[in-house]
């Protein structure tokens, strides 16, 4: 177990004098002073990609215990038609459709920026992805790329698109030090294409059906190569349509990963009537989980796949998993902001110390459990609630979200999400909710987290799922280890207490 037991989960909005407080236990200075610990890159990065993806929640699982992004919604037009999209809503490229966004000038933009940067230290990233194309729509883009890095030039610029613009402002996105872009593929194969876009826009024309696709795809690629060929990120998002593209993404994975991308992000189809496209229209369906995982497991050994996107809202704010936008709509902005760096760059230096212990707990509970579980043991799925650092630190009547991690002897592992409506309502269960998050906890083991009371625990036992509050405030790494050695009966078992 750790010894430096710090929670992240006051560290938000108002939260200075959280930081300080947390900061202050872990024996750094509070008022930005640099060099508190070590900001080397992992064994298996070099130190130039380290340094773009060590502060970007979605290219980095572990800074996404850390470091939040926003996205501000300033460019709502769009060059194609995708069948899961309707505009009036969000972009279904980087955002969960259902809800419209609070659209910006790139002025409002900037003023909104300074605002989250000053109340959320861990804001690293600003992000343009959708409602519409960042590049279909790039005046718009780039105006406010430039007006966010002269008022705070350490922000880390990124965007979003379907590629179909996107060769052309690449040398744009170079000189404005955009160094993380998605792009969304969903095919390779324009007949495949066909299926999900009926229209694009390119040189002032339409063009339909598979000849639309065969455009798209030579335009996606070629962005790809010529952002791989400048040094910038590549991510590649794709949506997962049963019954269109699950088998044919395999083929998507190999060709990404052979042109250079860093990231494949397989993201499931949400699809509904209420929001009006054609897939939810004409009864398209979503992926299941398992089918999602399916997926992924084939295209394992392939390109890196990220696992904890959130399909998040294009004017998210927040550590993934979180919406803090409706605290910084723009009726509750004041006119005038100025941008104070001294909360982001503390926490900066914060986080680079609390990373290195975290990383050496996680060696040490690695090396344990290698050493003392036999190579046969099987893997157990752990469940954490989490509010970001790394560390159980959530209660678990709170918690929207678990994360899963897996473990066997060769360590541990995140593995997926699973979302869930929070368990407490005004300081009470509900039993409704209960039997919901029970459902959404099937096929895990065991859950950890920092308080949970006798009546939800018991009904969870009876379940088949072992809760335990017993490693409150530890690393995940750490505790998940320390679960999976009591497990395999190879160390004692932490008493199970509420
Ligand atoms: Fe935004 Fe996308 Fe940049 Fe991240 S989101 S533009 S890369 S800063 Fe991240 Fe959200 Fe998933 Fe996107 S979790 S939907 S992958
Ligand atoms: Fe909609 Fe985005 Fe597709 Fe354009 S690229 S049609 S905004 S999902």
Request: hydrophobic share 40%; net charge negative.
């Amino acid at each position: 177990m750790s010894g430096n037991i710090v929670s992240l989960g006051g560290l938000t909005i108002g939260s200075k004098a959280a930081l300080e407080k947390a900061m202050a236990s872990e024996g750094c200075a509070t008022t930005g002073a640099t060099g508190c610990g070590s900001k080397q890159a992992p064994d298996d990065m070099d130190p130039a990609t380290w340094a773009k993806v060590k502060d970007h929640p979605c290219y980095s699982e572990e800074a996404h215990h850390y470091f939040a992004r926003m996205h501000v919604a300033v460019a709502p037009a769009c060059n194609i038609q995708c069948n899961y999209c309707n505009r009036k809503y969000d972009c279904a490229n980087e955002s969960r459709p259902g809800v419209v966004s609070e659209r910006l000038t790139p002025a409002e933009a900037a003023r909104k920026v300074i605002a989250v940067a000053n109340e959320v230290p861990q804001l690293s990233v600003l992000g343009i992805a959708g409602p519409g194309d960042s590049c279909a729509d790039w005046k718009k883009t780039k105006e406010t790329f430039s007006r966010v890095t002269q008022d705070i030039p350490d922000m880390r610029l990124c965007l979003s698109s379907n590629g179909l613009a996107l060769p052309e402002h690449v040398e744009e996105l170079v000189d404005m030090n955009v160094d993380h872009v998605t792009i969304t593929i969903n095919m390779i194969d324009p007949e495949v294409g066909a299926k999900i876009y009926p229209w694009i826009r390119h040189g002032g024309k339409r063009y339909y059906g598979v000849e639309a696709s065969q455009i798209l795809h030579e335009r996606q690629m070629l962005a790809l190569d010529m952002l791989v060929a400048r040094g910038i990120l590549v991510k590649v998002n794709s949506v997962l349509i049963p019954g269109i593209n699950d088998e044919h993404l395999l083929a998507v994975n190999k060709e990404v990963k052979r042109r250079g991308a860093f990231l494949h992000n397989i993201m499931p189809l949400i699809s509904d009537p209420a929001h009006g496209t054609h897939f939810g229209l004409t009864g398209q369906r979503g992926p299941t989980a398992a089918e999602l995982q399916k997926v992924q497991e084939a295209c394992s050994g392939g390109a890196n796949l990220m696992k904890h996107c959130r399909q998040c809202r294009a004017d998210a704010v927040g550590l993934l998993g979180e919406d803090r936008g409706q605290e910084f709509s723009l009726d509750k902005l004041p006119e005038a902001l100025e941008y104070d760096p001294a909360g982001r760059e503390s926490y900066k230096d914060w986080v680079a110390k609390e990373r290195e212990d975290r990383r050496a707990a996680a060696a040490d509970a690695k090396a344990e459990t290698g050493a003392t579980v036999a190579e046969t043991a099987p893997k157990l799925l752990v469940a954490v609630a989490t509010q970001g650092g790394g560390r159980i630190n959530q209660h678990f009547g709170h918690a929207s979200e678990f994360q899963v991690f897996e473990v066997d002897t060769t360590g541990v592992r995140f593995a997926f999400h699973r979302r869930c409506d929070n368990y407490c309502v005004d300081g009470a269960g509900e039993e409704g909710r209960l039997d919901r998050v029970i459902a959404t906890l099937e096929g895990i083991d065991t859950v950890l987290c920092a308080k949970i009371g006798d009546c939800p625990r018991e009904t969870l036992a009876e379940a088949g799922i072992t809760v335990l509050q017993d490693y409150a405030y530890d690393y995940i790494e750490t505790a998940v280890s320390a679960v999976y050695r009591a497990r395999m009966g190879l160390a004692p078992a932490q008493a199970e207490t509420a």
